[in-house]
């Protein structure tokens, strides 16, 4: 098995946006990376095979979700997540964090973890740092996430806090147990968006030691610039020879907004919901295809997309899919956003090699209109 490592290749000249690359034991990804949410242990209406064509070299999938479907015995007895899903590339798993988030309703939080009821039976579940390491050793990915508690945006001080500490004490739990040698383990930033916090969380985090370090909490209700003055604070204080993951942001403008303050990594599950919806991220904006005025629109999605969607279908024949509640229509489109998040952040890579990001980011600002059509 491959050693885990990160290789920090050079860092543009005008700004913090960097470049580097990332060794795993399932093969390397450059940075800064778009990352597909393949929660269930698929990107939604997305092939294997087009993920790779789209130019995917990481995925991530979700420990918490597939430890409830379809179980750990079943993913154990056929060899582990990338044998299950015919997936040879680098897998991120995370540990089910934002689920303490998102499901409010259905946990509470104690120092021992979390206790959940399931949303798919109602069934009672108990999560603690060391069970979620069990899960994702199980799984066998290639980047592990410590289990944390992710606040929603708050002005409670107090609240965010309790958050920073009590992910702390996880950490520790969670590198301690973590006993796979192939698998990296990466640590997680909490402090919402207050500069003192984040700080303490990653001064004490890098105590501890981690692969790579995340930043979790954001994008979760706070102002967009309260999120930036964020990241503007805290990202050029993390190490510079670690991977920096920013949890769950997000759109084509939060990256070019992240990689200039120094970001790495990056999932969101915004090119497949959008596109099961029938909504297109294009360099111009977003296009919902459903609309009457691409009724006869011979255009492809972007013109100067290279996907599988846009060498072969119209706008028209799209809209006629998706008004025609065809499969086809949503995986056409899903596929066109996957492709198109995959390579924004691609050429962000290169345009920093060149020492250009910013050219790159005043181009794509100007062309980008991030009012629907």
Known sequence: MKKFGFKFITKDKKCEARAGKVTTAHGTFETPVFMPVGTQGTVKAVMPRDLKESGAEIILSNAYHLYIRPGLEVIKKLKGLHHFMAWDRPILTDSGGYQVFSLSKLR???????????????????????????????LGSDIAMIFDECPAASKDKHSIEKAVHITLRWSKRAKKCHKLRSQALFGIIQGGTFKDLRRESLERTLEIGFDGYALGGLSVGEPKPEM???????????????????????????????????????DCVNPTRYGRNGTAFTSDGLVVIRNSRYQLDSKPVQEDCGCYTCRNFSRAYLRHLMNSHEILGAELITLHNVHFFVNLVRSMRGAIRKGRFLELKKRFFNRFDPHTR
């Open 228 to 266: 930036l003055d964020a990241l503007t604070d805290i990202l050029p204080r993390m190490p510079e020879d670690k991977p920096r993951y920013l949890m769950g942001v997000g759109t084509p403008l939060d990256f070019f907004e992240a990689v200039e303050r120094g970001a790495d990594m990056f």
């Open 108 to 138: 509470s939080i104690t120092e021992e973890g979390v206790k959940f009821n399931s949303y798919f039976d109602g069934r009672e579940i108990f999560l603690t740092p060391e069970k979620v390491i069990e899960i994702q050793e199980v």
